[in-house]
């Protein structure tokens, strides 16, 4: 690829966060509780106990973060609304203070002229649902619906793009099936019902949305290729449950109409789990969407379980197998190539993943246009004694991955755009504070931003609307 890779002028650069893990201020404003607030009180869920109750304290920092996005030149912003700031409750009338935060927020970045991208929902339900069954129950969707229309009333068209969840794949099994997030779970019949459910979801929510607002709106899946460790046929059939898994149960039913077989049958034991389907569900799954957002980090190798100790000797990083719930239950396991590039966090760097995934998308499922919208590396960053932030890894990674995502559109893809993940460093979930992934270095005492070299680098490219 030439080294002056240049993108078309209408596409869309941008930065991503989320409410839980940057907003802070989690009893202001008649904010009600969300499962992440119960989980990360939990002793033992999140690295060294943190919280998301200050996280960046971004509530009390909007404008000047929206002076920071906005200094990044041309560019959009995808931030995602408290469901329980907007229904402390998860139902019922809407809380006016939480609807006038986020008006101020999209006021604010429409006057620097940047364009708001709403999330709905980015794996913060109020834990009034989760206490009624969340998204195990098939009300939960229903009251997404209702939510979605007060959202789409109070923001309307003053929104550039709406996506309605994230990455449904970590709501459903990282959350109902391996416990490992919120509300902490490892039930795999829990996970397949909740599968179902955040997909009628985004359903629901999108019909309401187009009722109001005439923006795109789409859905944002964490697509991850899966490469088996082997060409035993073990390990390539190991990857194919991981891909069924992660990826063709949600893929399949958005764009098909149905479920993947193959794991239809895998998870026929599991009760109620996929019984959740009631006729009609998987028609309305289907209707068309206007775009899809992907959120690529790294790419999986798998091996079947039973050939762990081939994988060990083949000279990949093995780790236990896990012994209970859905990786369990699964037979596969990630195993790790001792020596791939890896981010500060030891995740693999792929950037051929990142071209394969868009090709096979545009290839197998859609011509609809594509948005990268989350895509990042965690390191190890610290401001140095010139009270600057000097991360090259993560320049090295962003710049690798955009040149990935341009050799998709030179094989005829049609992305769109791509969003930095993050715009701050914040509160990553059960790894608390321990992961840094932003463009913009935030000392959680005193809640003070310093731009990295990183910030810097992108606003360059944003400008040139080209890689150097």
Not at 163 to 173: D, G, M, Q, S
Not at 241 to 264: C, E, I, S
């Amino acid at each position: 690829m030439p080294n002056n890779a240049k993108f078309s002028k209408a596409f869309v650069w941008g930065t991503a966060t989320a409410s839980y893990q940057i907003e802070g201020a989690v009893r202001a404003g008649g904010r009600g509780t969300s499962i992440w607030d119960t989980f990360s009180h939990t002793p033992g869920r999140t690295a060294n106990g943190d919280t998301g109750d200050i996280a960046c304290a971004h509530y009390d920092h909007v404008d000047e973060d929206l002076d920071l996005i906005a200094g990044l030149g041309r560019s959009a912003y995808r931030f995602s609304v408290a469901w329980s700031r907007i229904q402390p409750e998860g139902k019922g009338p809407a809380n006016q203070e939480g609807l006038d935060f986020y008006r101020r927020l999209v006021d604010g970045l429409r006057a620097r002229r940047v364009a708001p991208v709403v999330t709905l929902y980015h794996w913060d339900l109020p834990q009034a649902l989760e206490d009624a069954g969340g998204w195990t129950a098939r009300d939960t969707a229903e009251r997404f619906g209702e939510y979605a229309a007060i959202v789409a009333e109070a923001l309307g068209d003053s929104v550039e793009m709406w996506v309605t969840l994230n990455e449904p794949w970590c709501v459903a099994w990282l959350g109902y099936g391996t416990g490992e997030h919120a509300p902490g779970y490892a039930d795999v019949s829990k996970a397949l019902m909740a599968n179902h459910h955040t997909l009628l979801a985004h359903a629901r929510a999108s019909e309401a949305l187009r009722r109001t607002v005439k923006a795109p709106v789409g859905i944002a899946l964490n697509v991850t290729p899966m490469i088996p460790a082997s060409d035993h046929e073990l390990d390539i059939a190991a990857a194919k449950r991981a891909d069924g898994f992660q990826n063709r149960l949600f893929l399949d039913p958005l764009f098909w109409g149905t479920y993947p077989a193959d794991m239809v049958e895998h998870y026929s034991s599991h009760k109620p789990g996929l019984d959740a389907v009631r006729p009609g569900d998987l028609e309305e799954i289907r209707r068309p969407m206007d775009f899809l957002a992907l959120n690529y980090y790294s790419t999986n190798v798998m091996a079947d379980v039973a050939r762990l100790d081939a994988a060990k000797q083949a000279g990949f990083e093995v780790a236990p197998p896990p012994t209970s719930g859905a990786n369990a239950d699964l037979g596969a396991a990630r195993v790790g190539r001792v020596y791939a590039p890896h981010t500060g966090a030891r995740w693999e760097v792929d950037p051929s993943g990142l071209t394969g995934l868009l090709v096979r998308i545009s290839e197998e499922y859609t011509s609809l246009p594509l948005y990268v919208t989350e895509n990042g590396s965690a390191e190890l960053d610290y401001a140095g004694p010139d009270g600057q932030v000097h991360d090259p890894k993560r320049i090295w990674y962003l710049e690798q991955h955009l040149r990935a995502l341009h050799a998709a559109i030179e094989r005829g893809v049609n992305v769109r755009g791509y969003f930095v993940w993050s715009l701050l460093d914040n509160f990553e979930w059960a790894h608390g504070f321990s992961m840094r992934f932003g463009l913009v270095f935030v000392d959680y005492p005193t809640a003070k931003r310093t731009p990295k070299d990183s910030y810097r680098w992108y606003r360059q490219v944003i400008a040139a609307n080209a890689l150097p």
